[in-house]
């Protein structure tokens, strides 16, 4: 067994430095993490603590140049909830397209109004999956307005 060390927080680089003498690179959605005291912290908030003490409540730390394992202090900012969504819609690091126009989009907008029809004429969810062959999800997705609320 290899002997530990204690962690080293580099914050001008942006790493830390594990119990083994290697940096931390497990990643979870883009962000380095590491495990402290049986808990995931996230890398950049162990530096922005490290550096400026703790993270006031509903604040959060930005990635400046939006590339979430640049931890470096320098990339690192207190904002807002708002305003970290209004950085990352800016960066083009969120996809705001509704409908169509979103790539993940399953449904048209024509379809969506065939869907509302069918239940106007008093079809069940069921049968409207069956005859439009879609998922029971996304028709009542669709028809209690979770989704695809701005289409008429």
Not at 44 to 68: A, C, F, T
Not at 108 to 135: K, M, N, Y
């Amino acid at each position: 067994m290899r002997p530990t060390r204690p962690r080293v927080i580099d914050a001008e680089n942006g790493i830390i430095i594990g119990r083994y003498g290697k940096e931390v690179r497990r990643r979870s959605k883009g962000y380095v993490v590491l495990v402290m005291d049986g808990k995931k912290q996230y890398v950049h908030r162990v530096i922005w603590e490290s550096v400026h003490g703790p993270i006031p409540p509903h604040l959060e730390i930005n990635h400046i140049n939006g590339i979430k394992h640049d931890n470096r202090i320098a990339n690192l900012e207190l904002v807002t909830h708002q305003e970290n969504m209004r950085h990352c819609i800016r960066l083009g690091l969120r996809n705001t397209a509704r409908g169509e126009r979103s790539p993940r989009a399953v449904l048209t907008d024509d379809l969506v109004r065939q869907i509302r029809a069918l239940r106007a004429e008093g079809v069940g969810i069921r049968e409207s999956a069956r005859r439009l062959g879609v998922r029971q999800n996304q028709i009542e997705n669709v028809v209690y307005r979770r989704t695809w609320a701005h289409v008429a």
